[in-house]
């Protein structure tokens, strides 16, 4: 058996350069080369599956890829795979293969094929149906989609889930075919949000994850999906009425209030309603004045500012709904207990009459700037988060009150670390056209100088850090 699977490894290996070397020569149009490369070697890895006894073999065979492919993109030796636009998607390719494998093993291979199959097949269908074809255009982060791609993509998901979960599973047809339309439609908005090639990860890995939650509990996942899609319909209505995201923002709210409520619960939506509503709100108050304050200062929010805020509470909804542990609740209200404090101590604490300090050294400095505080800003905070722990008191099970302080002092806490770490880490850069302190590279249609801080650490990467520090800290008191 092992002799065999050697074989077939190295065959495999030789058949996928030999298929990189054939068409960078046959196809001249680099990008067409790209897909059809991307097609080719997703059928073989996933037909691969089914070779295997041994799967050391498919994980030693992604990670020759994920190692050959980078070095391939550094120096530049086929076209079809440069990084186009800083595309990562050749290198994210056999990391979600690798992922598939690891994280559902080969007692779930028609899990594991149906989602790379998507991904190798609609994918790369979309993309040369919209480049030949597409004429209306719309984007959302960084790349151009169209939307006879985006229909070529849902369709060809949708018929190999259908087709994949009727070969693999037993499930009645008209579950089947609601369920299989349902996350079609998810993964076909969630393909939008290709930046830096990263739809190469996140279709597969996450659409294993909806396959998964759907075969396991297809009637829940029907009634929660239906739930979550009304629900956060009805939350970008509001969004949009009152323009607190704009149309990135809106997309990815939509993807991740469908992860949430889908995997962690249906109410686990309503303290996330509830920071939305009223950092909305608040950014409304004395806007004006918030803008003559601050030059970078936005209402809206768009999908890098959702997805930094939202992503950790992601991936709690995914350990919660495997383990349905209380740790996993309690980590996810102080999530949104720190986004909260931090929103309402910055709306505020901008418009406050005190002078705002640096939180590390309590030097005076204009309000605006990450790390400045103030004495009511850090009350407001407090009382932010405590509003977290109150309002989901009101709908969570009513052992959470035990926790209340838990998740107070923890949404506070990372608060005042996003604060810190704004202060000394997060880039401050130099107009040198206005000479104004600004958040951002580039400002007066110009690169600005960075005087302060790492260029890597920006607002949103401050915000992601500070949720990873609420979670922790919670988990920490906790297990006290």
Known sequence: M???????????????????????????????????????????????LFLFNNWYFLYALAIIFIITNYIEIKKNRFKSMAMLNDNLGTIFFPISYLVLILLWGKFNVGLIFISFLIMSISDSFAAIFGVKFGKFKYKLLNDDKTFIGSLVFFFSAYIILVSGIWYFYALPLYILFAG??????????????????????????????????????????????????????????????????????????????????????????????????????????????????????????????????????????????????TIYIIGFLSIIAAQTAD????????????????????????????????????IWAFVGSLSISLFSFLFFDSNIVKYIGIITFSGWLAQIVDSILGAKYQALYKCNICGRFVEKYYHCNQKAVLVKGFSLIDNNMVNFLSSIFAFVFSVLIFFK
């Open 343 to 378: 929103t309402w101590g910055a709306e505020f604490g901008i418009v406050s009459k005190e002078n705002a300090f640096l939180i590390t050294t309590f030097q005076n400095i204009e309000h605006g700037i990450s790390g400045a505080v103030s004495i009511s800003g850090l």
């Open 180 to 325: 299989a339309g349902l996350i079609a439609l998810f993964i076909t908005v969630l393909e939008n949000f290709s930046i830096y090639g990263i739809d190469n990860f996140s279709v597969p890995v996450i659409g294993a994850f909806f396959i998964n939650k759907f075969l396991n509990t297809p009637y829940e996942f029907l009634y929660l999906y239906i739930i979550a899609f009304l629900t956060v319909s009805v939350i970008l209505y509001i969004s949009i009425k009152l323009r607190l995201l704009d149309i990135s923002g809106n997309a990815a709210a939509f993807i991740t209030g469908m992860i949430i409520m889908i995997f962690g619960g249906s109410l686990w939506i309503l303290p996330m309603l509830f920071f939305f509503i009223s950092g909305g709100l608040l950014s409304k108050y004395k806007k004006n004045f918030k803008e003559k304050l601050s030059s970078e200062y936005s209402e809206k929010r768009d999908a890098y500012q959702v997805l930094a805020n939202s992503f950790v509470a992601i991936l709690v909804a995914f350990l919660y709904n495997y383990t349905l542990h």
């Open 2 to 48: 092992m002799i065999k699977d050697f074989v077939f490894f190295i065959a495999l290996i030789i058949i996928i350069k030999i298929v990189v070397v054939v068409v960078n020569k046959i196809v001249k149009d680099v990008f067409i080369a790209r897909k059809v490369i991307h097609l080719l070697a997703g059928l073989i890895t996933s037909f691969a």
